[in-house]
């Protein structure tokens, strides 16, 4: 069975995200500097013990998948694959500022999302059946960032905390719930990443990349269901860029 986890998603979108990083600081690390060399633009925003902003984000969702003791039993299942599928991020940053290197922030996004679960089925042809998973998530994200010490107006960071989304359009509870591999609406998750803060006069540019870890089965199990009974739990599974606008 093929699952698309952290390490796949790390090495699908590595090379983008560094490829990415490096075109951003090649080309806004100068525009930064209004002239010369030094953190003019940092020290004004250093000042401010909060702040605001807007983040936008692209993501790619999935499950991990994990078999059930009735897979082995099943005569009609051959495997089970997660599918990725794309998404976006819209929300709003709230940065609280703890010392010289640490921010809490609190992060509350509407994320559209598509997760796929993909059954392949014996027969004489081979036979797929897929259940889309489609999304309208309602996400708190709190997260802890630590930050390097600044060179000409940009430095690293990294960020790790928790989250706790709500799928605000779930269908596990419609009439046609019992034909369909259910999804609870309700998910924990744990997330970690890094990004770069290029300090401009009037706001600061933050793009960011973050893996998050579903830590709670979202599978409803539904023991009249084979693909359910297949399965013994769902894990999800996100990676997500971001780009931060605050000031």
């Not at 998603?9 to 930064?32: I, P, T």
């Not at 509407?110 to 999304?135: D, H, W």
Request: proline share 4%; hydrophobic share 40%.
């Amino acid at each position: 069975m093929h699952t698309t986890n952290s390490r796949d998603l790390f090495h699908l979108y590595g090379g983008k995200v560094a490829l990415l990083f490096a075109a951003l600081f090649l080309c806004l690390s100068a525009a930064a500097q209004p002239s010369g060399r030094g953190n003019y633009n940092f020290f004004d925003f250093q000042q401010k013990p909060y702040y605001f902003g807007i983040t936008l984000g692209y993501n790619t969702s999935s499950f991990k998948p994990f078999r059930s003791s009735g897979f082995l039993e099943s005569d009609s299942i051959r495997s089970i694959e997660s599918v990725s599928g794309p998404g976006f991020n819209l929300g709003i940053v709230t940065n609280l500022k703890m010392g010289d290197n640490f921010d809490f922030r609190f992060l509350p996004t509407l994320s559209f999302a598509e997760r796929n679960i993909q059954y392949n089925k014996v027969g004489r042809l081979a036979q797929f059946s897929q259940r889309k998973v489609e999304s309208v998530l309602v996400e708190m994200p709190f997260h802890i960032r630590y930050k390097s010490a600044p060179y000409n107006d940009f430095r690293l960071f990294v960020i790790a905390g928790v989250k706790y989304a709500f799928d605000v359009a779930s269908d596990s509870r419609t009439r046609q719930a019992e034909s369909l591999v259910r999804i609870s609406p309700s998910d924990f998750s744990l997330e970690y990443g890094a990004g770069i803060q290029f300090f401009f006069p009037f706001f600061i540019f933050s793009p960011e990349f973050k893996v998050s870890h579903g830590l709670g089965n979202t599978l409803i199990y539904n023991d009249n269901l084979e693909e359910s009974t297949v399965l013994e739990k769902l894990l999800s599974r996100t990676f997500t860029i971001s780009l931060h606008f605050e000031g």
